[in-house]
């Protein structure tokens, strides 16, 4: 059960580290290519080959006379007084490295093989060490009987012996194992979410899952976010009962029903900057409104609103008009289509946030938005970014937190439960956006 449960793992870690893999076995490919069509020289290897045949001396027994030699023979070729003459012959230096003898058992045939990159050098070393080692054992025995088999210089046996495609194979193999590692790596220096057991592991309820990459009919839209003039791309959802009233969107809504008492002020934010608040922030206030009860969508996202853009309102006036200058609600509040739900957009963007957070109408504010609205959600930026969410959550009764799966690490959410469980705030629970 163990082993299937490792393999199960192991074949999901290769699932979702595939694009890692890909691209390490790709790069080695591409490397090992390069280098062996640029830089790798080919290997050639020539063959000459010596025959120990029969001796003068016929008072000693032919055949223990051939044994005794050829097992001396393979000694004697590679002895100085055959490679000494051989270098001095070509002008080269250090023969030995290159060459290779072989007799097969109970063979009266001796092999020279040589290696190199240069196949005209490989032919004369094998030729002339076959000529030399011939004529001395010849001389040093008083035979004529030793031979060389291939003959002349043209004829000496040569072939290219290194594999251009079984380097690239054998590449294509260290990629993918190379691949395999980085994964696993990656893997295990990963801190981030995986799964709703890490939440639990943490002692945070999750609400249920979101998944934001079902295939909906979006239009692109560009939106001026701060004085930098930071231009951003954000699509205009068409919000419909069909597409917010999602199974997973009225779990959640029933699992915040369940665990709510008497609660009227909700903080949805995350622990960084990965995760779609604002959608879901959205998503969330048209399925309360869907059931009846009158709602107040708030954009509490200073450095970066988009509520306005999600439901194709303009910013010009909203929530920093009501901290700042005591405004009226209702004239800076939008109605949308969903019936009982109202949204404050963020209003003009200021040059210094900390007055709206400063300001000594801020809990006058909030506190007088809670007679009129049986709810209220309040989208703020990211907790450990800033200081923004951290000062809402005081006037709030429950915080809500979205955490993205494979994206939000376990360090922030710690930080971000125990920042909150220090000032006493309620965590209601978690929505896991899986995608």
Known sequence: MNENMDLKKFL??????????????????????????????PTYEATESLLIGVFKNKDLQETQEITRIVASSTDFIKSPVVLHKVEKE?????????????????????NIVVRSNDSKLAKDIANTVALVARDEMNKLLNSEDIKILSGPDSSTSLKRVDSPLLNIAIGLMVGIFAGIGIAMTREYLDDSVESEFDLEALRLTV?????????????????????KSNKKTFRKLKLSPELVSTEQIRIIRTNIENRQKNCSLLLITSPNLSEQKSIISAKLAISMAEKGKKVLLIDGNLDNPSLHVWFNLDNKSGFTNVILNDGNLHIH??????TGLSLLTTGPLLDERSKVWGSHILENSITNLKTHY?????????????????????????????VKKNSTTKEDLIKTKKYLETGNKNILGVIFQVK
Do not use: P
């Open 333 to 338: 509040s939008h109605y949308t289509y969903t």
């Open 90 to 110: 070509l002008k080269i230096s250090n023969v030995s490295e290159n060459i290779v003898v072989k007799n097969n058992y109970n063979s009266q045939i001796i």
């Open 12 to 41: 999901k870690l290769l699932q979702k580290r595939y694009i890692s893999i890909i691209i390490t076995s790709i790069s080695i490919i591409i490397f090992t290519v390069c280098i062996v069509i640029l830089a790798m020289k």
């Open 374 to 402: 049986d709810l209220i959600i309040i989208e703020s930026r990211d907790f450990l970014s800033a200081s923004d969410s951290q000062i809402l959550a005081k006037y709030c009764n429950d915080v809500l937190l979205v």
């Open 207 to 227: 609400l249920g899952e979101v998944d934001l990459k079902r295939k909906m009919k979006l239009k692109g839209k560009q939106l001026q976010s701060n004085k």
